[in-house]
Each structure stands twice: as C-alpha cells, then as structure tokens.
T-cell receptor, first 111, second 118 residues
Framework: AQSVSQHNHHVILSEAASLELGCNYS??????LFWYVQYPGQHLQLLLKYFSGDPLVKGIKGFEAEFIKSKFSFNLRKPSVQWSDTAEYFCAVNAGYQLIWGAGTKLIIKP | EAGVAQSPRYKIIEKRQSVAFWCNPISGHATLYWYQQILGQGPKLLIQFQNNGVVDDSQLPKDRFSAERLKGVDSTLKIQPAKLEDSAVYLC????????????????FGPGTRLTVT
C-alpha cells in the first residue's frame, strides 16, 4: 500500500536557523507532491506543489522543496525560519487518484 | 473568492448518539472530499465526490458513517451511532476536478469540525 513518511513529529528551532523537513513516499508510479501547512487556529493551506519539470519548487513565504525521484523524497526547506513559521506541516502524495498524507511535523520556532 | 465553509466548528456528543456535519465547497468546484484527522495523524480520506457521484468511499465505515451530495454542491456527513474512536477533526475540501491538468487538482480546505465523543 502507498504510504508517506515524515521523519520528525516535532521540530524545535531558533529564529534564523535553517529548516529541512523530510518526506518519503512509497509508490512506484508517477506522483504529484504537495506540502500543506496549518498555522495555529487556521485551516490547512497549500505551501507548494510539484507536478513535473524542475524538481526544485518554490512556494510561499520562502519555502522550497526538492523532488528526488531516486530517493522517493520531497523534502521541505527554508534557509532562515521566522517565529511566524510555527505551524504543522504535512507532506502529501497523489498516488493514482487518492491523496496520501503523512502524519505531519509540528514545527516550533523559539523567538 | 469565498473559501470552503463547514459547520458546526465544534461538537460534543455522547457515544451512541448521532451527529451531522455540513460542508459548502468553493463555487464551481466539482470535487468534494471528506477527511477524518485523528490527533497526531495526517488526514485520512473518508469519501470523495465528483459532482453528486461517489468516486471513492473505500475507507468510509459504512456501518455507521454516511455522506451525500445530492445537488452536486453542499454535502453532509453523518455518524450514527458515534463511538469514542470517532473523536477527530472532520475536514471538508474541494477542488476544481480530481483528474486532468495538474493545476486543477489542488485541494482547498475548510476550517474543520472538531468532534468529541464522550
């Protein structure tokens, strides 16, 4: 069965630190890849997505993610985090027609 | 444009009671999804509608859960009778379509309904 694995359930960083959140999936076919974010008290919203082309995709608020097909990975990165990045981040993979979700990573940024 | 609307935002019921959730998707969106998100987990798809037809309900516990989207717009999700393990956030999402050009697959989420079963 298809699955999505997010390596860390909780991450705590100081402001200005660099961020990398891991996401691996198990599916051998063509995939579309997403990162969603849920800020405290808000609903899930799309951060960035990959469908085809350049494997390095840029999203909102300075986030980017790199699709490495050989590693079945789609890691999320940000060079310098801010306190306002405190949120829960979900990786999701469109395998076939269903969107498969990771368990999420709670990111806390210390001011 | 208006987002996905859901009501109620919170609901507390006792086990064996029934409950219903309502969702109004973004205007023009053909596809509607209901997800269950248990604390500490990612969303799990319960049912997916394309207009008023069901695309996928393989993970819907049909002995107690039901959903409908009669006119291809609003949708309701019902649980009857509720169990303790149904405590979760129920998310509704919509997209322009679920297949075809990649840009129309993006899902837009509502605020969710937090259900507590005691």
């Amino acid at each position: 069965a298809q699955s999505v694995s997010q390596h860390n359930h909780h991450v705590i960083l100081s402001e200005a630190a660099s961020l990398e959140l891991g996401c691996n999936y198990s599916y051998g076919g063509t995939v579309n890849l997403f990162w969603y974010v849920q800020y405290p008290g808000q609903h899930l919203q799309l951060l960035l997505k990959y469908f085809s082309g350049d494997p390095l995709v840029k999203g909102i608020k300075g986030f980017e993610a790199e699709f490495i097909k050989s590693k079945f990975s789609f890691n999320l990165r940000k060079p310098s985090v801010q306190w306002s990045d405190t949120a829960e981040y979900f990786c999701a993979v469109n395998a076939g027609y269903q969107l498969i979700w990771g368990a999420g990573t709670k990111l806390i940024i210390k001011p | 444009e208006a987002g996905v609307a859901q009501s109620p935002r919170y609901k507390i019921i006792e086990k064996r009671q029934s409950v219903a959730f309502w969702c109004n998707p973004i205007s023009g969106h053909a596809t509607l999804y209901w997800y269950q998100q248990i604390l500490g987990q990612g969303p799990k798809l319960l049912i997916q509608f394309q207009n008023n037809g069901v695309v996928d309900d393989s993970q819907l516990p049909k002995d107690r859960f039901s959903a409908e989207r009669l006119k291809g717009v609003d949708s309701t999700l019902k649980i009857q009778p509720a169990k303790l393990e149904d405590s979760a956030v129920y998310l509704c999402a919509s997209s322009l379509d679920w297949q075809g050009p990649s840009t129309i697959y993006e899902q837009y989420f509502g605020p969710g309904t937090r259900l507590t079963v005691t």
